[in-house]
């Protein structure tokens, strides 16, 4: 067969055509992956939450910390037996457009843990270490986000600085004694007489089941909580030495107790903007504690979700939607 010269040309101008053609299409594309690349990149650094320790005396403060400095600051303190670990999901969400910060107490996390023969563990003397983180970090103006254990600290908090409360965030935490399950009857019996009651609550307190039932509670769909999450605070509980250190915390608690009508005066006074976001399945704190909180803020939000003590565990989704339209309002941070 033969092929003549202006068919071997034109042949060639097709094939370099078609050349040029796929090459623009890979320079496109490789294009819009560099984009693609730095965009991720670019959020993902803005998002990264940082593991830093700060030194507080002799001891050593974890924290968690995302966001940009001059963003408004968002102060999470956790409850019982978690730690800052537990805010993980919304530090990353929230840390696009605000400053987040989440400590561990003494006695909890990877901060220090001192034996309970060697250290005050109250309520107050965890304040107190709290208290000195603030002022370590310079934080001068922050919004309170606290549960369970995080709600007695942070109303120390509110009590010794009100003109650095921008708002308050509570999730299952109490300051009303209607707040209070029956479960507590049990518990008021320990801090009658601890000698007696001590071994009892001790096994009762570190037990798999009691660590398992606190996320667990009475909630439906016990399907959607990670068993990682009780698993871990049980292996936490049994730790030497922190079953001593979690009595003298509980043992405290009572002093939380008689400080209610305290901090519901320092509410009615400076009326704080408030959102309160409650899981319906806590068998600890009652849906009418979260409702009371009214009577001291009338226009607190209440919001009650398909959730347990530990809400973020099966209702995060809804909790973060909830907390980006209160901060955005209290904030005027919406961008």
């Known amino acids: 067969m033969r092929f003549s010269l202006k068919h071997i040309i034109i042949t060639l101008l097709f094939l370099l055509s078609g050349n040029t053609f796929l090459f623009s299409q890979d320079k496109s594309h490789t294009m819009e992956q560099q984009k693609s690349t730095h965009y991720r ?17 002799k001891y050593n403060i974890f924290y968690r910390e995302g966001g940009n400095s001059n963003r408004p600051v968002i102060l999470f303190l956790h409850g019982f037996p978690s730690s800052s670990r537990m805010w993980q999901p919304l530090l990353e969400e929230l840390s696009a457009n605000y400053h987040v910060i989440a400590p561990d107490y ?25 208290d000195k983180f603030i002022a370590e970090l310079n934080l001068t103006k922050f919004i309170l986000v606290q ?24 999730q299952n935490a109490v300051s009303h004694n209607e707040g209070l399950s029956s479960l507590w009857e049990a518990r008021k019996a320990f801090w009658a007489d601890r000698e007696k009651y001590n071994e009892a609550v001790k096994r009762n307190f570190i037990s798999f089941e009691a660590t398992k039932q606190r996320h667990i509670g009475t909630t439906p769909a016990p399907e959607k909580i990670d068993p990682d999450s009780y698993t871990d605070e049980y292996l936490f509980l049994n730790k030497p030495g922190m079953a001593d250190i979690q009595l003298d915390l509980f043992y405290d608690y009572q002093n939380n107790v008689r400080s209610y009508s305290k901090w519901q005066e320092w509410l009615k006074k400076h009326q704080p903007k408030m959102q309160i976001i409650w899981g319906k399945y806590d068998p600890s704190f009652t849906v009418a504690g979260a409702w009371k909180y009214k009577d001291d803020v009338p226009d ?36």
């Open 106 to 130: 003494i006695g909890f996390g990877h901060s220090s843990q001192p034996p309970a023969d060697s250290f005050n563990y109250t309520f107050d003397n965890l304040t107190d270490y709290v």
């Open 147 to 170: 549960q369970d254990y995080g709600g007695p600290i942070g109303m120390r908090i509110a009590e010794r600085y009100p003109e650095k409360i921008q708002a308050i965030i509570v």
């Open 300 to 335: 607190a939000e209440v919001h009650i979700v398909e959730g347990g003590h530990f809400a973020l565990d099966e209702a995060g989704p809804a909790i973060l939607s909830l907390m980006q339209d209160f901060l955005k309002r209290v904030t005027d941070n919406g961008k």
């Open 41 to 57: 990149s670019s959020r993902d650094t803005a998002n990264r939450v940082l593991y830093k320790t700060v030194t507080i005396g």
